[in-house]
């Protein structure tokens, strides 16, 4: 019992402490590097109000490499084209056969919201570059757990263009 309470008293005055030294030192706001660039990155793609537009779009993973142009609206994606499996072009008659439709792709929203969802997750490592001057991820590296083997994920997009 005496040994819980000592516990217990080291426990607040070290916790006391930390809330000292932060609110000395002016650290109030605890979010992440990639929380405050991931805000600021999403506040510049809307600023830029792309509301349709088409990109190449890449998604690296265990399961295999797959890229294609998307076309997006209102943040969807309505259409793809130009399909590459592992850097080999699908057929139309294979996109069946590789389970190739609309939902195995993102929009740069959809993106963003990948980013997020590793962050709620608490991902291990998430790395992300977004474009100068519109903002939209343009790589993103996921790895959920860096002790698993096969879990790390990786997004690309470029060639961003709105349609008028």
Known sequence: MINSAINLRHLLYRSAAIALVAAATGCTNFRSDVENDLDAAMAQWEA?????????????????????KVHIEAGSVVAFEDVTVYGDTVSDSLLVVWNIEISSFHSIEGLFGIIE??????????AVTYHADLGYPETIYIDYIKLAIDD????????VMEKL
Do not use: C, W
């Open 117 to 126: 969802a590793a962050v709620g997750e608490q991902a291990d490592e998430i």
């Open 152 to 159: 790390e994920r990786s997004f690309y997009a470029s060639d």
């Open 48 to 68: 830029n109000g792309y509301a349709s537009y088409s990109m190449h779009y890449e998604h690296v993973g265990f399961a295999g490499n797959l890229a294609a």
